[in-house]
Nanobody, 119 residues
Framework: QVQLVESGGGLVQPGGSLRLSCATSGIAFDLYAMDWYRQAPGNQRELVATITIEGSTNYVDSVKGRFTVSRDNAKNTGYLQMNSLKPEDTAVYYC?????????????WGQGTQVTVSS
């Protein structure tokens, strides 16, 4: 059974930091890319950051220089370090483990974790 369990969300003041974790089980984590999405009320889900199986990273412009995505294959876990948080970063954050095989996308989602940035 595949599970992605997120942790690390919470309430933080503007300018603060949080680190989200996404612990996976039931998949060969080193063969999956990991994406982080977020969804604020009334908005569509937005891709925030990606890390490939080789460790290459990519970010949406609004978080560049503030967020860092990483992975620890030995722990089957992905991370999203969020610094200099802003109120507009408030959202539910989801991790997504994915791979392509013979043209088909295989993906699994975490349950989501709430991040609230407010004074």
């Amino acid at each position: 059974q595949v599970q992605l369990v997120e942790s690390g969300g919470g309430l933080v003041q503007p300018g603060g930091s949080l680190r989200l974790s996404c612990a996976t089980s039931g998949i060969a984590f080193d063969l999956y890319a990991m994406d982080w999405y977020r969804q604020a009320p009334g908005n569509q889900r937005e891709l925030v950051a990606t890390i490939t199986i080789e460790g290459s990273t990519n970010y949406v412009d609004s978080v560049k220089g503030r967020f860092t995505v990483s992975r620890d294959n030995a722990k089957n876990t992905g991370y999203l370090q969020m610094n200099s948080l802003k109120p507009e970063d408030t959202a539910v954050y989801y991790c997504n483990a994915n791979k392509r095989l013979f043209g088909r996308r295989y993906e699994y989602w975490g349950q989501g974790t709430q991040v609230t940035v407010s004074s």
